[in-house]
């Protein structure tokens, strides 16, 4: 591979030059490429400082040969409407004003200072990948998993094992935000319906040997409580050959409640979306679904309190029923119930991950930050060093949620740029002679594009040979991601 840099920025620098000059650009490195990272330099190249001349030589990192983050490894493979955002952030990093770094890991590849040795300043776009703990007894078993590193699995991320058991004929989806819906319908849908989507092989093969019969998600307060949106449950119903299945004992409502529905239009749509399915289903009947041979079973004021198991292997789970206290906070009643299931996935929300020698706040998951501006141990800024997503706010909300953070902290690096510590090697080329130096095969743009069209052509080849048109196979193993990437042999 050439490692000749062409970069958008000069490649030898007069320190005595200006910052944010053509002779002296701004240097800005930002640490992940998820919709964060990418929108964190969209809009620094966009601001109103850049229009009015200052130049910007901004790098963009990733652990992962391939950009865009949990819209990769997170986002569900049947949820195709969100590459219209990967198409936007394409163009993005397409423009060639931002130069991308893949398969180089901050705290591995880079350290702190090595970017602050190359840098003005730096950006923490690093996201979220794990699960949030659940903290009750028998959560070790055989059989418990994360909804966390399910969805890395089946997204088809390179450093989760291929196989995964799929072997439970009932299973309890822990959680009632929309990752528990994501988990609860990948894991109940037919592997063929999932075959038009960009699902890798072996995700494939493994689901299609699932015996899964029965998939129960609960959550631990009311139908006007939950998390999702009213999309994301509104799909829960187009499975083909999967019933819906609601009780009547969990359909409470308490004061805040019914002020939830009378102000909020979608918790108003979506309990009308429960309360429909729930009518339509023939009370009467001993058996109220439609026949189909997969059900996912919708609890609500379940709270789990213990994962049962024989011989080390998870054989059930127990809920304390909960009822809400008339502040749509739910308290235990002392009933306890029983169902019997050989997987639990629990899906109570994502953590952020601690960054080597940044603060973090443990309680949120969050790099200690205001506003953007990351915070030392002791409450004072560090200067020039920044943080967006969230891994800045913490796991919560959609992918467009992460440009009003975007926007608050390049706004509040470019009012510190005057005051921003100097990079002592400002050259565009030197950090790419680091890397090289230090063996890491880090991939460019060009090379996710080779990439990108490697994994077209998969799509194509599968469309040829198979029974349905597919986009897309992705690429898992991290070797071949890497290998394809390379072969494009340029950095610009
Ligand atoms: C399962 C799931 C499904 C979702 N589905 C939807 C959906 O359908 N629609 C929607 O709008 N939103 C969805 N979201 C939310 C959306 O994914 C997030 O809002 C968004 O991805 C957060 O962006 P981010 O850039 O902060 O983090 P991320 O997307 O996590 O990106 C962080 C990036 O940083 C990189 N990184 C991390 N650590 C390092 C390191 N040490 N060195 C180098 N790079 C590093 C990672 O590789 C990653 O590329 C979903 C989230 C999850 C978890």
Aim: charge should be negative.
């Amino acid at each position: 591979m050439s490692t000749a840099v062409s970069a958008n920025t000069p490649e030898s620098v007069e320190s005595t030059a200006a910052r944010g000059t053509a002779e002296r650009p701004l240097r800005i490195a930002i640490i992940g490429s998820g919709p964060a990272g990418v929108y964190a330099a969209d809009m620094l190249t966009k601001s109103e400082e850049v229009r009015d001349g200052l130049v910007l030589g901004i790098d963009l990192f990733d652990r992962y040969p391939a950009p865009y983050g949990l819209i990769r490894y997170g986002v569900a493979p049947d949820h195709p409407r969100i590459k219209g955002i990967v198409n936007a952030l394409h163009k993005v990093l397409d423009r060639g004003d931002i130069r991308f770094f893949g398969n180089v890991d901050y705290g591995t590849d880079l350290s702190l200072e090595d970017l602050q040795t190359h840098y003005d300043a730096v950006i923490f776009a690093t996201g979220a990948i794990k699960d949030a703990d659940l903290n009750i007894p028998g959560i070790e078993l055989d059989g418990s998993y994360g909804g966390a590193d399910f969805v890395s699995w089946y997204d088809g991320h390179p450093d989760v094992p291929r196989e995964w058991p799929l072997t439970a004929k009932e299973i309890a989806v822990i959680g009632n935000g929309n990752v528990a819906l994501d988990v609860a319908r990948v894991l109940s849908k037919h592997a063929d319906d999932l075959l038009v989507t960009e699902i890798p092989d072996n995700v494939y093969a493994g689901l299609k040997e699932s015996p899964v019969t029965d998939v129960h998600i609960f959550g631990r307060r009311g139908p006007a409580q939950v998390k999702f949106t009213p999309l994301e449950l509104r799909e829960l119903s187009h499975s083909r050959d999967v019933d819906i299945v609601l009780y009547e004992e969990d359909f409470d409502f308490d004061d805040a409640s019914d002020e939830a529905v009378k102000t909020n239009n979608q918790i108003k749509t979506m309990v009308g979306t429960l309360t429909n399915w729930l009518v339509e289903q023939d009370d009467d009947a001993a058996d109220p679904t439609t026949g189909a041979s997969r059900r996912l079973h919708l609890h609500f004021l379940h709270n789990p309190v213990e994962i049962t198991g024989e011989d080390g292997k998870v054989t059930g789970i127990k809920f304390e029923r909960n009822e809400l206290d008339g502040t749509g906070n739910a308290r235990g009643t002392g009933e306890f119930i029983d169902y019997p299931v050989q997987a639990v996935y629990r899906s109570v929300g994502y953590f952020g991950s601690a960054l080597p020698d940044v603060d973090f706040d443990h309680r949120r998951g969050v790099v200690t930050n205001d506003g953007g501006r990351v915070l030392g141990a002791d409450g004072t800024q560090v200067p020039g060093v920044y943080a967006t997503g969230w891994i800045k706010r913490g796991p919560v909300g959609l992918i467009g949620h992460t440009k009003g953070d975007a926007l608050e902290t390049i706004t509040h690096l470019l009012a510190d740029r005057t005051e921003l510590p100097a990079a002592v090697v400002p050259a565009a080329d030197a950090i790419g002679a680091l890397l090289e130096s230090r063996g890491v095969e880090f991939t460019s743009w060009e090379g996710w594009n080779e990439l990108d069209a490697h994994e077209k052509a998969l799509g194509a080849a599968a469309t040829e040979a198979g029974p349905v048109a597919r986009e897309r196979v992705k690429v898992v193993s991290r070797e071949e991601m890497v290998s394809v990437s390379r072969s494009a042999g340029v950095l610009r």
